[in-house]
């Protein structure tokens, strides 16, 4: 294929990270053990005091609490500069219920080609799996993934042998200047009900005690997954002081 560099990140969800694609080098989407990291904050209850007064006054207050969302997508983080580069997008949209469970899971990704200079354009991309007896289609298709080659994509060819190539070889594929998305060649999406394939889970514990409400927000990732520049946003009413922070692993800012 030439020299190349494939470049994925996984990044986040009013929640962000970086790692994993569509074409893992397991059987499938596996989860191994789990760590859990988290946050406990205190609140005085004073700003929700002067809420409630203002609302008995009848004044309309708008809260801009939102349900809990969690999505991610990948990033690249430079522009290519290697005659040939292939760039893997994978976004990872999650709704998760407030009781456990969640009520949407959709991932969606793209293979992208940039080429740099007109004599490399004749060439094909090999994707590999681990089972290479059999074709990635087939093993993503036991996983509910669906594909979708470019309507310029050899078809037969990627379904038989995991090629990705043009349906004319003597045409080579566009050249562009770095900085160009590149062209698209596969693109992937998976709906799945299993919330065991969640990268990152949350849990959000309030409790209230005297004048206080006392918050624990714990998240649990699996050791599969290499998360990184996570980032996790909790909303909070209009109006309110900014929260005491009792212990966290990580860092915070309002």
């Known amino acids: 294929m030439g020299s190349g560099r494939i470049e994925s990140s996984f990044s986040d969800m009013s929640i962000s990270s970086g790692g994993g694609g569509g074409f893992g080098s397991g059987s499938g989407f596996g989860f191994a053990e789990e760590f859990g990291l988290g946050m406990k904050l205190g609140k005085n209850q004073r700003a929700n005091q002067f809420l409630e007064s203002l609302k008995a006054e009848g004044e309309m207050i708008v809260e801009d609490a939102q349900p809990s969302k969690l999505s991610s997508h990948i990033a690249t983080a430079h522009q ?3 005659p040939v580069t292939l760039t893997a997008e994978e976004k990872l949209n999650v709704t998760q219920k407030r009781d456990g469970g969640m009520s949407n899971f ?3 990704g793209q ?3 940039q ?4 004599e490399d354009g004749l060439i094909q991309v090999q994707v590999l799996h681990l089972f290479l ?8 298709h036991d996983l509910g ?5 470019h309507p310029n994509m050899n078809k037969e060819l990627f379904a038989n042998v ?9 045409r080579p594929f566009p050249t562009g200047q770095t900085g160009d998305a590149g062209v698209g060649l596969l693109k992937w999406r998976m709906q799945s009900a299993d919330e065991s394939m969640v990268p990152l889970t949350i849990n959000c514990w309030p409790s209230v005690s005297g004048n206080e409400t006392f918050v624990s927000i714990e998240y649990e990732a699996s050791s599969l997954f290499d998360l990184r520049n996570v980032m996790i946003s909790v909303p909070l009413p ?8 009792r212990q966290i692993d990580g860092e915070w800012r309002q």
């Open 80 to 82: 290519p500069t290697d």
């Open 106 to 108: 959709d991932v969606q």
């Open 111 to 113: 293979l992208s080609l």
């Open 115 to 118: 080429i740099l200079n007109p």
């Open 133 to 140: 007896s059999r074709t990635l289609s087939v093993i993503m």
């Open 145 to 149: 993934v669906i594909f979708k080659t």
């Open 162 to 170: 995991n090629i990705l190539g043009l349906r004319d070889p003597t």
């Open 238 to 245: 209009a109006l309110r002081e900014p929260p005491s922070v």
